[in-house]
């Protein structure tokens, strides 16, 4: 939780360097310090709302005195016409915050909406749609916390709170046998209390796997759904299952049924589109 912190200050500093730099010539221009007034967030597209905690930080780190009004919170099904929150106090802060706070509450509720609606089309079966490393770079706490708010679950954060070992670790090793030995040898020794996943990308790296023991998670790489189906059946629960690669939405339900526990679905991160929304004077 201090890392995820110490993360979302330093995201909201460099956002504000890079938007504001030596100052917002436009505002301070032609609007006067002594000017107050108040804007609303309004919901101008269907979806789930997402970034409002980070909104209200956003405000405050810039101006303590803006007085934040908060009518729907992060999770909540809104539509065009709803305004989710009011914010009042000066109108130089009020102008200088808006493009920061639009942007992560847009980009949030994009991936709420998103996930969301990947995880609906889950329902009645045991599996959950889960994240991946394919976010935008610096903004990965705030993408993950959307996938959580829109109902999904985060796999790793980063290369720092899991060991995934995938092809190209497994081939670099020398094989399966070797990685997942190493592995687990590495976090006796560093002290380290790591679950580890495996990727397999065939039936014979998956019985392996399954000989071998060792690990807490398999990934089946690039699976058909019938192939899917014969691997779940294979491990018998000895182990948690993932699908992964390639599997879109239309797929998605058809691995589901196949029985793995987990999908992981990069689109959530790296292909949504933002929802809309507006920040107006009232």
């Not at 019985?207 to 699976?223: A, H, Y």
């Not at 294979?234 to 992964?244: D, H, I, K, L, N």
């Amino acid at each position: 939780m201090e890392k995820e912190r110490e993360l979302i200050d330093r995201l909201i500093d460099l956002s504000f360097a890079e938007d504001i730099g030596d100052g917002d010539h436009t505002t301070l221009s032609c609007i006067p310090d002594t000017a107050m007034g108040k804007s609303k967030l309004l919901i101008k597209e269907e979806g789930i709302l997402a970034g409002v905690e980070i909104a209200k930080e956003v405000f405050h780190r810039f101006d303590p005195e803006l007085k934040v009004t908060v009518f729907m919170e992060d999770g909540t099904p809104v539509k065009p016409g709803d305004v989710a929150m009011v914010v009042e106090g000066k109108v130089q802060s009020l102008l200088q915050t808006e493009r920061l706070m639009l942007n992560i509450m847009q980009r949030m509720s994009g991936i709420a909406t998103m996930t969301h609606k990947y995880q609906e089309r889950l329902k009645g079966t045991h599996t959950h749609v889960l994240d991946t490393r394919k976010t935008t770079p610096g903004m990965r706490i705030l993408e993950k916390m959307a996938v959580k708010i829109g109902g999904g679950m985060n796999h790793r954060i980063g290369l720092f709170d899991m060991i995934l070992l995938k092809d190209n670790h497994v081939d670099f090793a020398g094989g399966i046998d070797k990685a997942i030995t190493r592995a687990k040898e590495y976090c006796k020794a560093k002290g380290k209390n790591l679950k580890i996943e495996i990727e397999v990308r065939n039936f014979d790296e998956l019985q392996q796997v399954l000989d071998l023991g060792g690990v807490d998670r398999i990934m089946f790489d690039n699976f058909t759904p019938e192939m899917t189906r014969k691997a779940v059946e294979m491990v018998g629960g000895r182990f948690e299952t993932e699908s992964s690669g390639g599997i879109t939405f239309d797929t998605l339900r058809d691995y589901a049924e196949c029985g793995v526990d987990f999908i992981s679905v990069g689109a959530l991160t790296h292909s949504v589109k933002g929802l809309d929304m507006s920040f107006k004077a009232c």
